[in-house]
């Protein structure tokens, strides 16, 4: 379990604050990055901390949360999380949470009503789980007064999977993107988007750089799922991004070639991974992660014919 992360970060007239859901130490290199050479591992070994790799199990280390944004105008999540009582047994560290993260919200000063926009990066199990929540048997929208704002391309996807049948129309993956090798986790649009839909709480966009608010735009990112965002966020000039799941661990700014067992469209991924590294480096953004441990925050910046990760 991860404790409460304090630090804020400022980003132009807004506040950033992590909201903690989970600590993870559970995969070893061949398991998170499925045929990785070792040596991809040693050579890099010195450049991760103890807070990101475990030398002793060979472990990586990771987070799950989500990023609570204040501007002047608007409170806004980013991702959502797991959420309690989801029934992932294909997935047993996200199975049948009971964890505190809406405590941990409120100790940040916002709760579920306060919250104006709910922006997700895509639709997998840890990242849209907390948008609904269960009661009296029902899951209802946790943030009843947001607008959820997500992918139109993800939610077909994921609503013509959850009925079982092909994707067709909107709904079937963009033949660039390369061969799939995996689809989203079962259940996942059922307990967690589908709601959401019916209550009418959801905004769906095309992902394609334009502006959604004041300063965040959806950023194509596709490869880990079929139609995966970054988010940028622009305020007096600072920039940041929110990179979602294009990288999963500090490992992957050293070795771009790494993809994890969970991304969908590996050709994809990689186009995506090499994309955010340049323009993050080239922006100066401040890149704000989803499964990075340590402060899950830091800058990419070139390092000969690649890139070094620094945390903040």
Not at 109 to 132: I, K, M, S
Not at 174 to 190: F, H, I
Request: glycine share 8%.
């Amino acid at each position: 379990m991860v404790t409460q992360a304090t630090k804020t970060y400022r980003i132009g007239d807004a506040s950033i604050i992590r909201i903690d859901e989970l600590r993870l130490a559970a995969f070893q290199l061949d398991a998170l990055y499925p045929g990785a050479d070792p040596q991809a591992l040693e050579h890099h070994r010195d450049r991760l901390d103890a807070g990101s790799f475990d030398p002793a199990t060979g472990t990586f280390i990771q987070s799950i949360h989500s990023w609570l944004v204040k501007t002047p105008h608007h409170t806004i999540l980013i991702d959502t999380a797991t959420g309690n009582d989801k029934n992932r047994p294909d997935i047993p560290p996200l199975h049948r949470l009971n964890e505190p993260f809406l405590a941990r919200l409120a100790a940040a000063g916002v709760t579920p009503e306060q919250v104006d926009y709910v922006l997700l990066t895509h639709v997998h199990a840890d990242h849209v789980g907390w948008n609904t929540r269960l009661v009296d048997g029902r899951w209802i929208p946790t943030f009843p007064n947001a607008t959820y704002v997500l992918s139109r391309i993800e939610h077909a996807y994921g609503a013509s999977l959850a009925v079982g049948t092909e994707p067709i129309g909107a709904a079937r993956p963009d033949p660039a993107l390369g061969a799939a090798v995996r689809k989203p986790a079962d259940r996942v649009y059922d307990d967690s988007v589908r709601p959401v839909i019916e209550a009418g709480l959801a905004k769906l966009i095309a992902v394609n750089g334009d502006e959604v608010l004041e300063g965040i735009s959806f950023v194509p990112t596709p490869g880990h799922s079929v139609d995966h965002a970054s988010i940028r966020f622009v305020s007096r000039g600072e920039q940041a991004l929110f990179a979602g799941d294009v990288m999963h661990h500090p490992l992957q700014v050293y070795e771009p070639s790494l993809n994890s067992c969970f991304c969908e469209f590996p050709d994809a991924a990689l186009r995506s991974r090499a994309f955010v590294l340049e323009d993050a480096a080239e922006r100066g953004a401040t890149v704000f992660t989803t499964h990075f441990a340590e402060s899950s925050v830091g800058r990419i910046d070139r390092r000969g014919d690649g890139f070094a990760w620094h945390f903040l």
